[in-house]
């Protein structure tokens, strides 16, 4: 895959979760027929179970060979033909494999009755709690999931699904900065975005993303960046007006192809696309902030309409297992919760700190988790934010 | 007794004449039915019926999926209504919409008169084809590509430093989406600009010039208004589109480039998952549709109707 071109299949491969920008816009045609399809079903909850139910066996009617195919419904970066082939070799079970480029995109394709196939999803956190609560997950028997003692202890028990009863954690990484240290030098927290704000005006950006931008002021502050106190919420969004005559844009993944060949001096970036992009300019540099940022966990999770659990149980062993792991995560660069894993790891990977960021940064990191109904206030001042 | 079999057959005829003039009328009335019936069937299930959805989604205030019904009621349009927030967030959305439609006219007239009444005929369709070129490559590509146009380092500011000229700061600004906007229509307004000017009746323009008209008075008085209709037209369709596109504001225009449609977006596939309010923003979005296409296809038929 070369390095340089046409922007959408250069990105394909390295897609990072739930934070492509690219795909989320281009099936947001296909999204909005599947949201007109959604109203029926949602617009009468209580008609709701026996949807489920006729999806259920719409989809088992679908798969007639029926014990035998697992269908997963996955990020982009999250698997590749050799972890699938992999998988079929060793249980004789197909699979099928879509993707999807947001949580919500797969959290509307699921309650609009659409995703009556799928045994496997890969929630994010803050999304995986929400799923619970909705009761859209199964709940996991851990007789099936020996190896889940491998965790990291971290994630035995996270905060987002206590004692993983409904997921396992599967890939995390961090929100931070990347910079232009060969123009800036090290850069060390937020602060400095609006300690230098007129050297960097028009030439940073922010994420396109609500909670991760109001994350950083509210982390500045010393705040959860998952607050739902109203007061709190309007003095981080007043500190990013401040911040806001600025900025470039607020993108989630514009940012790249202006900060590598050095329109943009620093950009909020997610740590696999920051590394992605580091990749290709070595002035380039990430950090996780001093003040805290943002974890984030991507788990895997069986949907309570799920057609073939068995053969679900059967690919979260074969992910939880260390030896098909380690192989797998080091090719697809992605940072594993499982200390087996972890140890079977190249030293040079294991010690990349932008990957496995050190012990006392990652302890002021928070993950973001649901704020309720302060979504809606979130919300608003974030438009507010965006149209000023 | 010579009259007898007309009468008999007049009387045993009329019956059947009668269910021949029935079976006649039913056939006009079952024809365009059938013609009908495939665009009806498609209208009915992908747009009246979806759209009734959102209106019954646009009455739940602040509906959430997966939360508990709240009761009907106008919240949702009360709150867009009494929070300036949303409502400059309306206004600045039609000022891209007009703006990109004006651009639109002002390029792309010259370009459908030239194409129409002055290029070689045998020119006509190849230019048209390529004026239809970029349409085949997906509208989000073709912006991603005015990034790398538009960019400090990218394509025009380096060409503009190579010349001596100061770099122009582009991307990320309001300009880009109205720039973004105009390119992605141009085409329609084209195509469509060229359909009417074709028709032009050229012995007007030659009567005109032959009364002493100067060509500016044949373009205003002759010209403009006998393709009136293809300018509605054309601007309607520009209109409309740039109203409703929000991936030209969120990649092209920075910082500040909310605008209705991309709202409607953050609604219902963002962190708020507001389809209530998401629903009302979109049925406000309709109606504003709804009410130009009424208003501007009267202006242009009855301007086609006196003036032509």
Redesign the interface.
């Known amino acids: 895959m070369s390095k340089r071109g046409f922007y959408p299949p250069r990105r394909f491969p390295r897609m990072s979760p739930g934070r492509r920008r690219f795909l989320q816009l281009s099936t947001a045609a296909m999204a909005g027929a599947v949201l007109t399809n959604c109203a029926g079903n949602i617009a009468q909850n209580d008609a709701d179970s026996t949807d489920t139910e006729a999806e259920a066996t719409a989809s088992n009617e679908g798969s007639a060979s029926g014990d035998d195919t697992l269908h997963i419904y996955s990020w982009s970066s999250y698997f590749d033909d050799d972890m699938i082939a992999g998988f079929e070799e060793a249980t004789g079970i197909r699979v099928v494999a879509d993707i999807y480029d947001s949580n919500e995109t797969m959290l509307a394709r699921l309650q609009a009755g659409g995703g009556g196939q799928y045994s496997i999803i890969y929630p994010s956190d803050y999304m995986i709690e929400q799923m619970i609560e909705m009761d859209m997950l199964l709940e996991l028997d851990h007789d099936e999931l020996p190896d889940l003692a491998d965790l990291i202890e971290q994630w035995q028990s996270p905060p987002y699904d206590p004692g993983n009863d409904y997921s396992i954690p599967y890939s995390w990484g961090t929100t931070g900065l990347i910079y232009n240290v060969a123009e800036l030098g090290e850069v060390e927290d937020w602060e400095y975005l609006w300690e230098n704000q007129e050297e960097l005006t028009r030439r940073m950006t922010l994420l396109n993303d609500v909670r991760e931008v109001a994350g950083i002021t509210l982390k500045m502050l010393g705040y959860s960046n998952s607050t739902e106190d109203a007061a709190e919420v309007e003095e981080a969004f007043a500190m990013l007006e401040e911040l806001k005559p600025a900025l470039s844009a607020f993108t989630t993944d514009g940012w790249r192809d202006q900060i590598v060949p050095g329109d943009l001096l620093i950009a909020h970036a997610y740590s696999v696309d920051a590394l992605d992009a580091i990749a290709e300019n070595d002035d380039l540099e990430y950090v996780v902030p001093s003040s805290g940022a943002t974890v984030w966990t991507d788990g895997i999770a069986i949907p309570t309409t799920a057609p073939n659990v068995e053969a679900a149980y059967a690919w979260m062993n074969y992910v939880l297992n260390p030896e098909s792991a380690a192989e797998v995560m080091s090719r697809l660069q992605l940072a594993t919760p499982n200390k087996l894993t972890l140890d079977s790891l190249d030293s040079e990977l294991k010690a990349d700190t932008r990957l496995f960021p050190p012990e006392e940064v990652l302890a002021k990191c928070e993950a973001l988790a649901p704020v309720g109904d302060a979504i809606d206030l979130y919300d608003r001042l974030w438009t507010q934010l965006t149209s000023t | 007794m010579a009259t007898s079999p007309p009468i008999a057959s007049r009387e045993t005829a009329s019956p059947a004449s009668v269910f021949q003039r029935l079976k006649q009328r039913a056939t006009k009335l079952v024809e365009p039915l059938v013609l009908l019936l495939p665009a009806g069937v498609w209208l009915l299930l992908?747009l009246v019926i979806?759209t009734l959805?959102?209106l019954?989604?646009s009455l739940?205030p602040?509906f959430k999926?997966?939360n508990?019904?709240p009761s009907y009621g106008l919240g949702n349009y009360l709150k867009i209504l009494q929070?300036d927030?949303?409502l400059?967030?309306i206004f600045?959305s039609f000022i891209f919409a007009i703006a990109s439609t004006l651009l639109c006219l002002v390029l792309g007239f010259p370009v459908a008169y030239w194409i129409a009444l002055m290029a070689p005929q045998r020119w006509r369709n190849l230019l048209l084809l390529a004026f239809v070129l970029p349409l085949w490559t997906?509208s989000?590509?073709r912006s991603?590509a005015w990034?790398?146009i538009l960019?400090?380092?990218?394509v025009l500011n380096t060409f503009l430093n190579s010349v001596g000229l100061p770099s122009l700061?582009i991307l990320?600004t309001q300009s880009a989406v109205v720039l973004g906007l105009a390119y992605n229509f141009l085409p329609y307004m084209v195509l469509i600009l060229y359909a009417s000017l074709e028709k032009l009746d050229r012995r007007l323009l030659e009567a005109a010039a032959d009364l002493g008209a100067p060509p500016t008075q044949v373009f205003a008085k002759i010209t403009v208004p006998q393709s009136l209709p293809g300018i509605a037209a054309g601007c309607l369709l520009v209109f409309i589109t740039s109203l409703g596109d929000?991936?030209v504001p969120?990649?092209l225009?920075?910082?500040?480039?909310?605008t209705m449609a991309r709202?409607v977006?953050?609604?219902?596939?963002?962190?708020?998952?507001?389809?209530g309010f998401g629903s009302g923003l979109s049925m406000l979005l309709i109606l504003a549709v709804s009410l130009t296409i009424a208003l501007l296809l009267k202006y242009g038929d009855r301007k086609a109707d006196t003036l032509v």
Do not use: C, K
């Not at chain 2, 225009?253 to 909310?258: D, E, F, H, V, Y």
């Not at chain 2, 977006?265 to 389809?275: I, K, M």
């Open positions: 992908l979806p959805m959102i019954q989604l739940l602040d999926p997966g508990p019904l929070d927030v949303y400059r967030v600045r997906s989000l590509l991603y990034i790398t960019r400090p380092t990218g700061q990320n929000f991936v969120e990649l225009g920075g910082a500040s480039s909310m709202l977006y953050n609604q219902f596939l963002g962190a708020a998952r507001n389809w």
